[in-house]
């Protein structure tokens, strides 16, 4: 049995998709009917919060490999309580989705710290592991679609900054190696990237190309992109998502990993590949 946390989010639900339908598979979701819309035939669905061990304890029971997405930056106790309850269970491996700026000697930011000690704690709990340490999301520019839909702008931070942003795809396929096969990926931390640095503006290129418009970059000055942040996230995240992006600025974002490559056998897809499958969300024709 594989039990996947995050399950009606980025890239959980994206695993879900695309593990194979000879393992048994159970999502866990605070509100199973919505993870029971995204759940493949056969899979199971449980109800489950991270803030409640019992929950946890009865999801984990049975279960071999489990992903483990946690979303909330102010608090450890996600990670602690999934911990404890797999340690109990006796879960065979855990793949824990964290992010490559750990790598980062100068990144203090509280999100960067956070999954630093998550993944401190994995190491320490006895479990095997498996980490995914993925460089920003495609997907993210999808905070895009309203304006672009509205008026064919982009209103994005730092234009000409390139970051080696990756197709959620690409690391829900690296997901299911490790899901699938423990033994292979045990004790293995992977830096996983897009194939290219790539900067808003390119993206905003691409997305005009691929939707036939012509569409317009706006840069927000800091002061306006940290007032953006500050009405979507509590002000600890806020402020160190700032930080993460103003880090950024000096280039630490652009490299590219060959561990895509390595792992799956072929190219990490591209940001015009991301656009293709994503072009109905920002207002043009659904994928044929
Ligand atoms: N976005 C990026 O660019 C980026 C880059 C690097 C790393 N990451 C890391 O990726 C992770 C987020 O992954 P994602 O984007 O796939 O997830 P997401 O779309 O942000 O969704 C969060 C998931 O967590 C679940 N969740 C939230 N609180 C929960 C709770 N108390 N108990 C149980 N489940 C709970 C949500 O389920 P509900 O349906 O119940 O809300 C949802 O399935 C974070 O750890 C982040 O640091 C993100």
Redo the contacts with the bound molecule.
């Keep these: 049995m594989i039990l996947l946390?995050?399950?009606?989010?980025?890239?959980?639900?994206l695993v879900a998709r695309r593990l194979p339908a000879t393992e048994p598979v159970r999502l866990?979701?605070?509100?199973p009917a919505?993870?029971a819309a995204l759940a493949g035939p056969g899979a199971e669905v449980v109800g489950?919060?991270?803030?409640?061990p019992a929950s946890l304890r009865r999801a984990l029971t049975g279960v071999r490999s489990a992903l483990l997405?946690?979303?909330?930056?102010l608090t450890h106790a996600?990670d602690e309580n999934f911990l404890t309850a797999a340690r109990a269970a006796g879960v065979g491996h855990t793949v824990k989705?964290?992010?490559?700026?750990v790598t980062e000697p100068g990144a203090t930011d509280l999100?960067t710290e956070?999954?630093r000690e998550?993944e401190r704690l994995l190491r320490a709990s006895g479990l095997s592991w498996t980490l995914l340490?993925?460089?920003?999301?495609m997907?993210?520019t999808l905070g895009w679609a309203r304006s672009i839909r509205a008026e064919g702008v982009v209103r994005g931070a730092d234009g000409t900054v390139a970051t080696a942003?990756?197709d959620?795809r690409d690391?829900a396929d690296v997901a299911v190696g490790a899901l699938t096969d423990a033994a292979g990926h045990a004790g293995r931390a992977y830096a996983l990237t897009g194939p290219a640095g790539i900067t808003p503006v390119e993206q905003t290129e691409i997305l005009g190309e691929l939707l036939q418009r012509r569409l317009k970059f706006v840069e927000l000055t800091e002061d306006q992109v940290l007032r953006g942040l500050l009405a979507r996230y509590p002000e600890p995240v806020a402020h160190a998502l700032a930080e993460s992006a103003a880090r950024g600025r000096h280039g630490s974002k652009g490299q590219v990993e060959p561990t895509v490559a390595e792992l799956l056998g072929r190219s990490a897809r591209g940001y015009r590949e991301w656009t293709a499958e994503h072009l109905a969300e920002f207002g043009g024709p659904a994928p044929g």
């Design positions: 946390t995050g399950a009606t989010g980025t890239v959980g639900r866990l979701a605070r509100d919505r993870a489950g919060d991270f803030e409640d997405v946690t979303a909330n930056p996600h989705l964290t992010t490559l700026s999100v956070w999954q998550n340490r993925p460089r920003a999301f997907s993210n942003a990756i959620p690391i």
